[in-house]
């Protein structure tokens, strides 16, 4: 986590959530995180391939020219980025991860904004749903942010944070004689996304599928 917004908000959010897999919605409170607000966004995850923005801050909205809530987050990727968020929001809500992702917008003109991406779990009881807050920050401020709207925008890293060192259903279970290996797209060097294993296949030596993780027998050994 490069920008002081990134690291501001996830301490935050790992206060609040006080060793559950997420806080509450209920639980943020604006006047918290005032400084941050501008650059920090709640989406609503339906299912990993239906996300929308249900809140987004002026200055997130301003870089895009546009008000965000209500529009689809994966929305502006190509392919694979696109089909590397899927699996992203999947890590996140399914088994309590949390991402830093570093993106670069991109304008019509061929401008580009270099940003750092930060996606964590919100819990909300008893509507069957997850939700992720998060925040998208420039790491640099060009005279033309917020006169040429960011159309596009391309994945160039991506890291999953384990906030207690490992996904949250293994927490409960015997993990002795497990090794787990997630099924989410590499990056090459260059941070172009290379094609996620199908979910549909067993590898060969894998116990079983566990959601889009693989399980192995003896891993620790």
């Given at each position: 986590m490069k920008h002081g917004v990134t ?30 607000l501008g650059d920090t966004f709640i ?44 699996s992203l929001v999947a890590a996140i ?129």
């Open positions: 690291q501001t908000l996830y301490n935050y959010w790992d206060e609040l959530r006080n060793g559950r897999p997420a806080p509450n919605r209920s639980e943020i409170d604006p006047g918290s995180i005032r400084g941050l989406l609503e995850v339906s299912n990993p391939n239906a996300v929308r923005y249900r809140l987004a801050g002026t200055r997130l909205c301003s870089a895009h020219c546009r008000e965000l809530k209500g529009r689809n987050f994966l929305r502006g990727w190509n392919d694979k980025d696109r089909e590397a968020l899927v809500t399914e088994d309590a991860a949390a991402a830093v992702v570093g993106i670069s917008g991109h304008t019509e003109r061929g401008q580009t904004l270099p940003m750092e991406m930060l996606l964590l779990p919100l819990n909300v009881p008893g509507e069957g749903r997850v939700r992720v807050l998060g925040c998208s920050t420039p790491m640099e401020r060009p005279y033309w942010l917020g006169l040429h709207p960011i159309l596009k925008q391309s994945i160039t890293s991506l890291r999953l944070v384990w906030p207690d060192e490992r996904p949250f259903f293994l927490n409960n279970q015997d993990t002795d004689n497990l090794s787990v290996n997630r099924v989410l797209p590499r990056f090459t060097a260059e941070g172009i996304p290379l094609s996620a294993t199908p979910v549909s296949q067993i590898p060969q030596g894998a116990e079983k599928r566990v959601g889009h993780l693989t399980v192995y027998q003896g891993g620790k050994a």
